[in-house]
């Protein structure tokens, strides 16, 4: 048994090129739980700043007032369609908008037709609903073929042997949620066109910490949600579709918000709408739309490049200072973040930790035997300095660099 070296507690200098403290102060003073907390834990939900809250107080006032003033919402929808189509570099009616990142995935499984090419690929650091849904078409014909990491990797050649000419798409996380692992998106991308399939890219584990091209990145289809690092609540996903593939997919979940027009109010006829509208279903979730949309903006008015630089900064820092306390990590130590998983000796001693980051005000979570740590714009040198004080206090609960964890009393 070795114990964790003593801890560097000293932080590199900031990166110059990335928000200055004046614009960290800044941002943080809009999210209200900075004054009690420190807030660690984006890769679950975002915190809520001002901006967010007041989209839901325009809500609720537009309901008191007007009662029911659709025509409002439905435009205010459409400016939020628009608003995330410009977020990704994609065109509006590329773009349809979910309840949950599921349901986009439902919409799309729903429309393959698996009789030419019924084989699906995934890796093993999908999240757990993409296995789910894509598990659910074996009664229609799909055949599901999952991809095993090495240790915490997921190489883009592990793909090589499994993608072929029966494979049809290839669902990818971008970051897994459960050790922040990055996957190598333009290589997989290639790979799965050079054999004639598609691939679904699932950023919800980094979607609103960079400036992200959809169109760059050559990728089919593409799916995330409002609720981590877009800042935004529960209940709201946004679901890209290649223009070129919207008219030969035809779901078979629908709706009355999937027609051309759905105020014909139509029951005899299905008249998918030509434009990514089709993968939706029915009324959207008017309050989540009001709330999103601040998010996003937020988000925007910052600078995305700046937001990127800001978190990598941050990774950096507390990927040195965990090596020099020679704490393991599942997440490589050349991450850009946003999310850092510690390598815990058990998943029992993983919530321990949390629970004991959380007596010091401290929010983080746990998956299975990792502590995430979970870096965005609104965090600071400041809370690494935290987060490693109680870290350093508490290695027995983590693995050291020779594999076994010190246990203190025994
Ligand atoms: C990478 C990833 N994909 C999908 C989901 C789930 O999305 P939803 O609940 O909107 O279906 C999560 C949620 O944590 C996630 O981390």
Not at 104 to 127: P, Q, T, W
Not at 379 to 401: G, K, P, S, Y
């Amino acid at each position: 048994m070795t114990r964790a070296g003593t801890p560097s507690l000293t932080i590199p200098e900031r990166d110059s090129s990335v928000l200055d403290d004046i614009q960290s102060v800044k941002i943080r003073s809009r999210f209200p739980i900075f004054k009690h907390k420190i807030y660690l834990n984006s890769c679950s939900q975002g915190a809520l700043s001002d901006a967010v809250e007041s989209g839901l107080t325009d809500y609720i006032r537009s309901w008191h007032e007007h009662g029911s003033p659709w025509e409002v919402w439905v435009e205010h929808y459409e400016r939020t369609r628009a608003l995330f189509a410009e977020f990704i570099g994609a065109d509006e009616d590329e773009v349809a908008i979910v309840t949950s990142a599921s349901a986009g995935i439902n919409a799309v499984a729903s429309a393959l037709d698996f009789r030419e090419r019924n084989r699906v690929v995934l890796g093993e650091f999908e999240f757990p609903t993409m296995g789910h849904v894509w598990l659910a078409q074996r009664s229609r014909g799909a055949d599901i073929t999952f991809v095993a990491p090495m240790d915490n990797a997921l190489p883009a050649h592990s793909y090589e042997p499994v993608i072929d000419r029966h494979t049809a798409i290839v669902p990818l996380t971008r970051v897994c949620f459960k050790n922040g692992f990055r996957s190598d998106v333009s290589a997989i991308v290639k790979l799965a066109h050079s054999r004639g399939a598609w691939v679904m890219l699932d950023d919800y584990q980094d979607c609103g910490t960079r400036p992200i091209n959809v169109k760059d990145l050559g990728i089919d289809f593409y799916v995330t949600g409002t609720l981590k690092y877009l800042l935004g609540p529960p209940g709201l996903a946004f679901l890209y579709v290649r223009r070129d593939l919207i008219d030969s997919l035809q779901p078979t979940v629908s709706g009355w918000f999937a027609q051309s027009n759905p105020f014909a109010f139509d029951v005899n006829h299905l008249d998918l709408s030509p434009t990514a509208r089709r993968f939706e279903s029915g009324s959207p979730p008017i309050p989540n739309v009001y709330a999103a949309a601040p998010g996003i903006e937020l988000l925007r008015s910052t600078g995305m490049t700046q937001i990127a630089a800001h978190i990598s900064n941050l990774t950096g820092m507390f990927l040195s200072s965990i090596t020099a306390m020679q704490i393991e990590t599942k997440t490589p130590l050349d991450s850009v973040g946003p999310l850092v998983v510690l390598q815990a000796a058990s998943a029992k001693d993983a919530d321990a930790m949390v629970v004991r980051l959380a007596e010091e005000n401290i929010v983080a979570s746990s998956r299975g035997d990792g502590v995430r740590i979970s870096l965005h714009f609104y965090n600071t040198a400041n809370d690494i300095a935290e987060v490693l004080q109680v870290l350093e206090r508490n290695t027995d609960l983590l693995f050291t660099r020779s594999g076994v964890p010190e246990r203190s009393g025994s």
